[in-house]
Every structure is written in structure tokens, then in C-alpha cells.
């Protein structure tokens, strides 16, 4: 009789808790296959991991979002390509991100404003992740032209993309006169319309008065996006704007220490010096309805229990770490309100968060018979822009009571009395004339 023995289990080797987990790994189109975002079985967030330099870089997005994850991974990603080159730790005079860095420093100081951090926004957004450390004197027009195809895929406008290509000559330039490269590849030429003359769509009276009573509707009901509740936030967000001619882009900066109240009583209205987040940082002066908007505003913000102070942003204060993420709240939940008011499905208008500005602006050529110059001063922009884009939509009958607004009272007045005058100088010569007769 053969015995058999018992054969010891073997234990299976337990994996390292952060270990991705394999069907929760995702990664980001458009970029490095290397870079991934995962959950692990050590956290309930998810994680973000890429290969660089000879390492994995390994981070957690202290997020549940698979979408605010990549976001966050996207940035650690380019924030990493960057600390390369502000630290110069390429071993290469010659690497793209060196040379550019340098061309940078030494420009900031002689440039305008404006055209520096538009350049820079553009070099750190797509420039730079594509050439990376790549020696400069390297780079051929296949490579500029594979750039472009880049761009054209995430659907940049062509005078954008051309845009990307002087802040790229640029900096070869700066190479040549430093004798990093010999000279200038041949440069793709940016096929396209570069300029498009849009008309955007702005809300009439009725259907603004139609979005804010909407928004009313909704904050009343307690109506939720994803997990953010609408409030009347979005009430006075959307009259704020309308009264005071500011683009979305400025919600992502404007605070409580940018406002200030000028005038009393009836006379009374607001005054924004908040940053420039496009063209100039002209002082605005908001309609006066907004002096009582944002008092409404601020008492909702103290009754949500949302902090108020000078430095604390007006709009959305709970979300102060990432203004981005704040911006993208908003967009939901106007997209929201938009949609429950029925307008676009009505009109066949395409309403967005901007459409407020383009409302604004309506208004004051409709009925406040503002001049352009004066309108575009105040809204920041210039009276080219509000011709193009802003007043494109405006038709002569809107503007007939403009046209007509001319005192005839006083003209047909002055009229009349030279009539008058003509007629008794006319009857007196013909007395005078009688007389001399007889």
C-alpha cells in the first residue's frame, strides 16, 4: 500500500497594496502612454504615475473623480517637464528646454506684459511637452510639421497655432544669436482661416429675466449637478455679470478687496479693479442695479456659512485651492439653468457662460445709447471687437429711438422762427416799398 504525502500549500506572493489595480487604470489621450492614473487597494483616491528621466514619478490626485484625476495628472505631468527646465538639470547646453528657459529670463524684462505671459502660457501648455529635451540645433521641419498636426488634432484655431509657431521662432532665434544653432529650419506654413467673424449669442430682456428667475426655480428646489446643489450663488453670478460687463474668466480672480462702492442712495454703484485675465486692467464701472446684487450676494454667502473676506473670492469662495475646478462648477451649473429655461431649444440660440458679457454689452448699445468707445473702454476690450463680435447682431430697427433721439422741438422751433421772421420781413419791405410809391 503506497502512502501518499501531503504536498505543503504555497502561499501566494501577496501584491504591494499600491500596486495599480489593473482594471482601474486609465490613460490620458494625447500624452505619454507611460502616464496613467489608477486606484490601488492602500486609498480610496486615485493615483497618478509616469516614467520621466529615468524614474517613475508617483503621486496621489486626493481625488474619487476619474475626470478631476487626469486633470490633476495633466498638470503633475507638466509641471515635472518644467522643473527640468527652471533647474537646468539636462546635461545638454543645447536641450530645447534650456535654451527656451533662457530665452525667457532674459525677455521678461523687456517685454510687454501682455505678449510675455501669452508667449510663456503657450511654450508651458504645448511647446514644451512636445519638444521636451530635445538638442535645438536638432529640430527639423518634419518635426514642426508633426507639431502642427499636433495642435490642429486638439482643434486650436489657426491663428492660434501660427501663434505657437512665432513663439517658437522666437526662441530658435534667440538660439542663432547665441550660437546654439546654425540657423532656422524651414517653418510650416499655417493653412486656414486665421480669423473668423463669429456672432455670439446674447440673451434678449425677456429671456434674461426668463434664465434668472430659472436659476431662482432651481436654487429653490435644491436642484443638484453631479454633487454641487445650485444656489441663488448662480442667481446673483448671472445678474452680477450682465450688470457689469465682465468675461467668465474674471469669476476665476475677482475678490472682495477688487470692489468697491462709490456714490449714495440713488447714485450709488460698484467699481471692479480685479487683474487683467485677458487684455488691459482698466478700472469698470458696473451698473448701479449691482451695488444691491452683490449685497444679496454676500448675505447668501454668510447664510451658506461660505467665507467673505477681503481677500476671499465673490464668486464660488468654497472652492479656493483650484479655481479651475471653480470655473467648471460654474459652467455645469449654468448649462443647467440654460437647458430647464428652454431658450436654446426655443430659439436655436447656443447661450453659454460668455453669452452673459455679449448680454451686457447688447444692452448698453440697445437702450443705455452708449458710445462704442466709451463701452469698450469700460468692458476692456477695444471698439473693433465690440463692431466684430459684440454689436454684430445689431439691427438698425434696434437702434431707431438712437437714430430719432434728436430734439426736433427746438429745430422745428427755430425753423418756425425764421419762418416768422422771413414773413414779417417780407411784409414790412412790401409796406416800406407801398409807401415810397405813394
Do not use: C
Amino acid at each position: 500500500m503506497t502512502t501518499k504525502t501531503a504536498v505543503p500549500a504555497v502561499n501566494k506572493p501577496v501584491k504591494n497594496r499600491l500596486t495599480p489595480i489593473a482594471e482601474s487604470i486609465e490613460r490620458i489621450r494625447g500624452y505619454p502612454s507611460t502616464l496613467i492614473v489608477y486606484k490601488t487597494n492602500a486609498s480610496k483616491y486615485y493615483w497618478v504615475r509616469f516614467f520621466f528621466n529615468g524614474k517613475n514619478r508617483i503621486k496621489t490626485t486626493k481625488s474619487e473623480s476619474s475626470k478631476d484625476a487626469k486633470t490633476f495628472a495633466i498638470q503633475f505631468y507638466k509641471d515635472a517637464l518644467l522643473d527640468v527646465s527652471a533647474s537646468r538639470k539636462s546635461n545638454k547646453r543645447n536641450a530645447f528646454s534650456v535654451v527656451a528657459n533662457q530665452f525667457f529670463e532674459t525677455t521678461e524684462r523687456n517685454s510687454n506684459s501682455k505678449t510675455y505671459k501669452s508667449d510663456i502660457n503657450r511654450y508651458r501648455q504645448n511647446i514644451l511637452p512636445f519638444f521636451k529635451q530635445q538638442d535645438i540645433e536638432t529640430i527639423t521641419n518634419a518635426q514642426l510639421n508633426e507639431f502642427v498636426e499636433e495642435l490642429h488634432k486638439t482643434k486650436i484655431k489657426p491663428a492660434t497655432i501660427k501663434h505657437h509657431i512665432v513663439v517658437l521662432r522666437k526662441i530658435m532665434k534667440y538660439a542663432i544669436a547665441n550660437q546654439l544653432m546654425p540657423n532656422l529650419p524651414v517653418f510650416p506654413r499655417i493653412t486656414g482661416r486665421l480669423q473668423t467673424s463669429v456672432k455670439r449669442d446674447y440673451l434678449t430682456k425677456d429671456e434674461y429675466e426668463k434664465v434668472v428667475k430659472t436659476a431662482e426655480k432651481l436654487a429653490a428646489a435644491k436642484v443638484k449637478v453631479r454633487t454641487q446643489t445650485i444656489t441663488l450663488q448662480m442667481k446673483y453670478l448671472i445678474q452680477f455679470m450682465v450688470n457689469s460687463f465682465i468675461r467668465p474668466s474674471d469669476l476665476r480672480v475677482l475678490k472682495h478687496k477688487h470692489i468697491k462702492k462709490r456714490g449714495e442712495g440713488r447714485d450709488a454703484w460698484l467699481t471692479l479693479n480685479h487683474p487683467a485675465t485677458k487684455t488691459n486692467a482698466n478700472e469698470v464701472q458696473a451698473m448701479p442695479a449691482t451695488v444691491g446684487i452683490y449685497a444679496s450676494l454676500v448675505q447668501q454667502l454668510k447664510d451658506e456659512k461660505l467665507p467673505t473676506k477681503p481677500d476671499d473670492y465673490v464668486f464660488f469662495p468654497q472652492i479656493r485651492e483650484n479655481r479651475t475646478t471653480a470655473m467648471e462648477v460654474i459652467s455645469r451649473l449654468f448649462k443647467k439653468i440654460i437647458e430647464e429655461s428652454k431658450i436654446e431649444e426655443k430659439t436655436g440660440k447656443k447661450i453659454t457662460l460668455y453669452g452673459l458679457r455679449h448680454t451686457a454689452i447688447m444692452f448698453r448699445l440697445i437702450i443705455g445709447n452708449v458710445d462704442t468707445l466709451v463701452l469698450s473702454r469700460n468692458a476692456r476690450t477695444s471698439q473693433n471687437m465690440i463692431d466684430k463680435f459684440y454689436a454684430s447682431h445689431l439691427t438698425t430697427d434696434q437702434v431707431r429711438r438712437q437714430l430719432h433721439n434728436i430734439p426736433y422741438k427746438e429745430v422745428i422751433k427755430k425753423i418756425s422762427t425764421k419762418k416768422v421772421t422771413a414773413k414779417k420781413t417780407s411784409a414790412t419791405t412790401k409796406t416800406s416799398s407801398k409807401t415810397i410809391q405813394k
